[in-house]
């Protein structure tokens, strides 16, 4: 059993919700996001979403856009973000890593090089933001064969006949975009994703996941309450930026960050 079904069946048997965080990779730098990561598990995350830095971020708002740009300007790479898993992994062995970006560096890396490597550094699953499935067969299937969880990303527009054609082959979770448009700039409406997802689940049993706008602990408990779970981004990226533009120390911005992903964590975790 993968990192990510052992977790969700966990969840489960615990009556718990998932809660993911989304990080860019060296956001603000290396060291301050490795030690960020490091310390989610201890507080309450499930797993973890770690972005690869894209100097082109169509489908993402402007905090994530700026984190890729604090990221890439420190110097990170996809093989330091590579290597920034595999640092996580040194410590942890249990808390599934996603990551998540554009297919433009990983083709420039070369798709089984980037595969391969991944695994060996500890990845359990890749989310591509600009791969549809009528595009996405080759690393599909090399990611599937050699143990690498495909996560697909569902819409609001999407209709039911694309629906079964994009989770036919879903695996790990199904990631629900609770919003139109990119990311962090709208709030979802709960009867609306509710009413999505009872579609989605008529469908597959793989557990969903909604993203996409959750800013605070309660738009967290009204997601989590209507789904397997949530993932939280860009309110934590804007806590770094925000640290960053004050130049605060490193101790600060990340006391900031898990301070908030604690609130997140016991709210729909504990009521």
Known sequence: MSRIQNTFKNL????????????????????????????????????????????????DGPAI???????LKSGMNLEKCLNLVK?????????????MGYYNPIYKYGKENFVT????????????????????????????????SFIRLITPTSSKDRLVQVLKNATGFVYYVSITGITGTQAPNVDDVSMNLKKIKSITDV?????????????????????????????????????????ENKEVTIKSCIEFVSKISNRIKHN
């Open 117 to 148: 490597k991944s695994i060996d550094c500890g990845v359990d699953g890749l989310i591509i933001v600009d791969l549809p499935p009528e595009e996405d067969d080759e690393l599909y299937n090399y990611s599937e064969k050699q143990g690498l």
């Open 87 to 99: 640092r996580f992994r040194e410590k942890n062995s249990h808390t599934p890593i996603i990551l």
């Open 207 to 247: 557990p969903t996941i909604i993203g996409f706008g959750i800013r605070s602990p309660e738009q967290a408990y009204s997601m989590a309450s209507i789904s397997d779970g949530i993932v939280v981004g860009s309110a934590v990226v804007d806590l770094i930026k925000s640290s960053s533009e004050k130049g």
């Open 12 to 59: 489960k048997q615990n009556n718990q919700k998932a809660l993911g965080i989304f990080l860019t990779a060296g956001d603000p730098d290396f060291e301050t996001s490795i030690n960020i990561i490091e310390q989610l598990p201890d507080n309450g995350v499930d797993f973890i979403e770690i972005g690869m830095p894209f100097s082109d971020p169509m489908a």
């Open 65 to 71: 856009q700026l984190s890729s740009q604090r990221a």
